[in-house]
Structures are given as structure tokens and as C-alpha cells.
């Protein structure tokens, strides 16, 4: 069965460090999606891909934060510098249609 | 106004009790709906898509009422398995989550 993955799948980084996440799609998968989600809280859209192009980041903290997928395939997620606000699950996820999407694992983040 | 907005709960139930959650959404343009379950520090699983006519699968149920804007969920003969948070995903060209309802099962 086809999975979205995504590395590392745990991180821990000091305050004003970079970290940067990777999330591999299904294949096919033109629509990709990254999601915040903090413990006790639904998953909070960042930034969503249709192929290479951002189709939304109107929620993504573009100071620090920043989101490419190159080749409309495979996709990085960088957080320069981390804060300790930024301690969180940092969710991937990719979609046939815009729609319905399937998420990978997952990367939880912890900033000391 | 959040654009999904769940009850937090958590539902504490008996095993075979049934259960009922309601999602409420703010635009009426919305084009899809979904039920995903989510287990303690693992990711969201697709549990169901919601269609207006409802559907069913198994123990489970889901029905959207777009002129009241919500859908709901209803599980029957709850199992302790179904202990869980229950996300409903709106779309409007993203897919958007609401926070979450916990059900905990207990024997």
C-alpha cells in the first residue's frame, strides 16, 4: 500500500537552531499539504503545493518558516531560527485531488 | 469564528453505548467532508468521507446537513478500540481540520 513518508521522525534542536523536514508524497499525489498540529489541537494548515506551485501559506509564519517543492514531487520544510513555541507534530500530507489526503508519520519537533 | 469548530469532549462511554459527535463549519461554499481518527502521538487516519445522502460502514455513520452546516458521526456498540480523537476535515480548496473530539471507551 502506497504511504506518504516523512524524515526525521523525532527532533530535537536547541532555540535559534535550523531544522528542516522532508516529506515524500504518494506517487501521483499532486497536491501536498504540511500541517502544524500542537498536543490537544487539530492539525493546522501551513502550506499547500499543487505540484511546485504554493497554493496556500497564508498561515505559514513566513519570517522564519519556509516551505519548496522543487520538482513537484518530494518536499522540505525549514524552521530558521527554531523557537520554543515551535515544539510540535509537523504533519505531511498529499492528496489525488485536492481533497481527500492521506498523511505520513509524522515529525515531532521538540525545541529545549 | 474558527471555520471548523468540534466539541473537545472527551466522551467517556461504556463499551456498547452509542455515541454522537457533531462538527460544525462557517462556509457554506465547502465541497467535501471527512471523519479521521487519530490515535495518541500517531497522524490522522481516514475513517469516512460524508456525503449528504449519509453513509454508512460497519458501526459507523456519518451524515452532512449543508443547510445547518454540520455533519456528525455516530458509533454504535462502542469497542474500548474505538478510544480515540475524532478530527473532522472540511474542504474549501484546503482541507481544514476542526480540533479534535476524544472518546474514551471504558469497559
Known amino acids: 500500500e502506497a504511504e506518504v513518508a516523512q524524515s526525521p521522525r523525532y527532533k530535537i534542536t536547541e532555540k535559534s537552531q535550523a531544522v528542516a523536514f522532508w516529506c515524500d508524497p504518494i506517487s501521483g499525489h499532486a497536491t501536498l499539504y504540511w500541517y502544524r498540529q500542537i498536543l490537544g489541537q487539530g492539525p493546522e494548515l501551513l502550506v499547500q503545493f499543487q505540484d511546485e506551485s504554493v497554493v496556500d501559506d497564508s498561515q505559514l509564519p513566513k519570517d522564519r518558516f519556509s516551505a519548496e517543492r522543487l520538482k513537484g514531487v518530494d518536499s522540505t520544510l525549514k524552521i530558521q531560527p527554531a523557537e520554543l513555541g515551535d515544539s510540535a507534530m509537523y504533519l505531511c500530507a498529499s492528496s489525488l485531488s485536492g481533497e481527500l489526503a492521506f498523511f505520513g508519520p509524522g515529525t515531532r519537533l521538540t525545541v529545549l | 469564528r474558527k471555520e471548523v469548530e468540534q466539541d473537545p469532549g472527551p466522551f467517556n462511554v461504556p463499551e456498547g453505548a452509542t455515541v454522537a459527535f457533531n462538527c460544525t463549519y462557517s462556509n457554506s461554499a465547502s465541497q467535501s467532508f471527512f471523519w479521521y481518527r487519530q490515535d495518541c502521538r500517531k497522524e490522522p487516519k481516514l475513517l469516512m468521507s460524508?456525503?449528504?445522502s449519509g453513509n454508512e460502514d460497519g458501526r459507523f455513520t456519518a451524515q452532512l446537513n449543508r443547510a445547518s452546516q454540520y455533519i456528525s458521526l455516530l458509533i454504535r456498540d462502542s469497542k474500548l478500540s474505538d478510544s480515540a480523537t475524532y478530527l473532522c476535515?472540511?474542504?474549501?480548496?484546503?482541507?481544514?481540520f476542526g480540533s479534535g473530539t476524544r472518546l474514551l471507551v471504558r469497559p
Open positions: 476535515a472540511v474542504t474549501f480548496y484546503k482541507l481544514i
Open positions: 460524508v456525503y449528504s
